[in-house]
């Protein structure tokens, strides 16, 4: 999610009084953040104990906090998260629900598993290779770096020493679908900069075919692919209005 900590003081705001509203206005932040770590889920008989991937990023928004002198060891402080949060997200994230969806797509449970495929690697790189285009186009990444950083991506989802599973990543397909996430939102910026955005579409195909009876919006979502046409569903879900896009959608459901 996006101003996560933002959104935590708007719901705490209305229980303030005016006395307390003061006092945190005075000493208590609520900085947004971007955290990157992939936690697979897990059951341990010591519920404190927990496996994690060795990489780790935590970057905050220093402009909202309000106690400048403490600083966290292996935290980033940075005066713009915009284009930090959306580097993740959008890199991260989708990189991770492409390979998650496409390896379902494929027949695969394990990310592990999907992205040892050709044709599920060949896809991330695809999806990963447009919003990276469209990163450094909007924020002025390095691409060289950018380069690297997408590789560190790829070589963190095949840590042999974790097991993800492809229903968590792909938990909530609805959700991922939403016109601010990781499909609709970098097709919609990279169609804007004139970028090439169709491998995105591809996935977005196969998010729209997901089938988890087990994940409640899954369900839903399948149920209103049999009750309605494909055009309402992707205008329901995605909230996309351009029937351009629509229509680049439902062409490649149905050729899929
Ligand atoms: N797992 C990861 O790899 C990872 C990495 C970085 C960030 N995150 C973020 O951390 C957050 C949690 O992810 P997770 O993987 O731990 O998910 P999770 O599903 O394992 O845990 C979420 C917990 O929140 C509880 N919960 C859900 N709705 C609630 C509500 N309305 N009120 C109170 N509790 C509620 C659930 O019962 C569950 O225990 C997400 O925002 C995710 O994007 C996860
Ligand atoms: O938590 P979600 O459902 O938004 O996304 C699933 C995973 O991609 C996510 O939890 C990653 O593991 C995490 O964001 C890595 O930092």
Same mark, same amino acid.
């Given at each position: 999610?996006?101003?996560?900590?933002?959104?935590?003081?708007?719901? $705490?705001?209305? =229980?303030?009084?005016?006395?307390?509203?003061?006092?945190? /206005?005075?000493?208590?932040? =609520? *900085?947004?953040?971007?955290?990157?770590?992939?936690?697979?889920? &897990?059951?341990?008989?010591?519920?404190?104990?927990?496996?994690? !991937?060795?990489?780790?990023?935590?970057?905050?928004?220093?402009? %909202?906090?309000?106690?400048?002198?403490?600083?966290?060891?292996?935290?980033?402080?940075?005066?713009?998260?915009? *284009?930090? +949060?959306?580097?993740?997200?959008?890199? $991260?994230?989708?990189?991770?629900?492409?390979?998650?969806?496409?390896?379902?797509?494929?027949?695969? #449970? #394990? +990310?592990? !598993?999907?992205?040892?495929?050709?044709?599920?690697?060949?896809?991330?790189?695809?999806?990963?290779?447009? #919003?990276?285009?469209?990163?450094?186009?909007?924020? &002025?990444? !390095?691409?060289? &770096?950018?380069?690297?950083?997408? %590789?560190?991506?790829?070589?963190?989802?095949?840590?042999?020493?974790?097991?993800?599973?492809?229903?968590? $990543?792909?938990?909530? *397909?609805?959700?991922?679908?939403?016109? /601010?996430?990781?499909?609709?939102?970098?097709?919609?910026?990279?169609?804007?900069?004139?970028?090439?955005?169709?491998?995105?579409?591809?996935?977005?195909?196969? +998010?729209? &075919?997901?089938?988890?009876?087990?994940?409640?919006?899954?369900?839903?979502? %399948?149920?209103?692919?049999?009750?309605?046409?494909? #055009?309402?569903? +992707? %205008?329901?879900?995605?909230?996309?209005? !351009? *029937?351009?896009? $629509?229509?680049?959608?439902?062409?490649?459901?149905?050729?899929?």
């Amino acid at each position: 999610m996006i101003g996560g900590s933002q959104f935590l003081l708007d719901k $705490v705001q209305p =229980f303030l009084s005016a006395d307390d509203m003061d006092y945190v /206005d005075s000493y208590v932040g =609520f *900085p947004n953040a971007a955290v990157d770590r992939i936690v697979p889920i &897990q059951q341990h008989e010591d519920p404190l104990f927990v496996s994690v !991937e060795p990489f780790s990023e935590w970057l905050v928004d220093d402009t %909202q906090s309000k106690a400048k002198q403490i600083r966290l060891n292996n935290v980033g402080y940075v005066s713009d998260l915009a *284009p930090y +949060i959306e580097r993740k997200l959008f890199s $991260v994230n989708t990189g991770h629900a492409t390979t998650a969806y496409t390896g379902a797509f494929y027949g695969y #449970t #394990t +990310i592990g !598993e999907a992205v040892a495929d050709r044709k599920v690697l060949d896809q991330l790189k695809a999806v990963l290779q447009e #919003t990276g285009d469209l990163l450094i186009a909007k924020w &002025q990444f !390095e691409r060289p &770096q950018h380069e690297q950083y997408i %590789q560190k991506i790829i070589d963190r989802f095949k840590n042999p020493y974790i097991s993800d599973d492809i229903t968590r $990543v792909a938990r909530t *397909p609805i959700r991922k679908l939403g016109y /601010d996430e990781r499909f609709i939102r970098p097709i919609r910026e990279a169609k804007d900069y004139g970028l090439s955005y169709e491998a995105l579409v591809d996935v977005v195909a196969m +998010i729209l &075919q997901y089938d988890d009876p087990k994940d409640e919006e899954s369900v839903r979502l %399948q149920e209103m692919v049999k009750e309605k046409t494909m #055009t309402e569903v +992707i %205008q329901e879900v995605t909230n996309l209005s !351009e *029937p351009t896009l $629509v229509a680049q959608i439902v062409e490649k459901v149905r050729n899929s």
